[in-house]
């Protein structure tokens, strides 16, 4: 089992840069797959970058890439999400969670999640 906690969300202008952290609890963090989703006011809940479990292995949604960056440090317990290029669209509560080995996109295949932080992108 782990647990998470978000962290770094806020206020930033269109094309300014934010940073979210994820850290973790846990003996086994480096056997799970870390992805982190957002929910839009109004809309599903998405998956827009994913991590495996070494870090060799990335996924991102056609939305952010070019402009976010998942990394994890298993040493540390943490995953981190760097948003450059930031944009109104991108405003969301953010999330990360967690499941065990295999990365997958549909946030039901996540058993473990955050609190949630809110990133809010003014034009």
């Known amino acids: 089992q782990v647990q998470l906690v978000e962290s770094g969300g806020g206020l930033e202008q269109a094309g300014g840069s934010l940073s979210l952290s994820c850290a973790a609890s846990?003996?086994?963090?480096?056997?799970?797959?870390i992805g982190w989703f957002r929910q839009a006011p109004g809309k599903e809940r998405e998956l827009v970058a994913g991590i495996g479990t070494v870090g060799s292995t990335t996924y991102y949604a056609d939305s952010v890439k070019g402009r976010f960056t998942i990394s994890r440090d298993n040493a540390k317990n943490t995953v981190a999400l760097q948003m450059n290029s930031l944009k109104p669209e991108d405003t969301a509560v953010y999330y990360c969670a967690a499941r065990w080995v295999v990365m997958r996109t549909l946030p039901s295949e996540y058993p473990y999640w955050g609190q949630g932080t809110q990133v809010t992108v003014s034009s």
């Open positions: 846990g003996r086994t963090f480096s056997n799970y797959v």
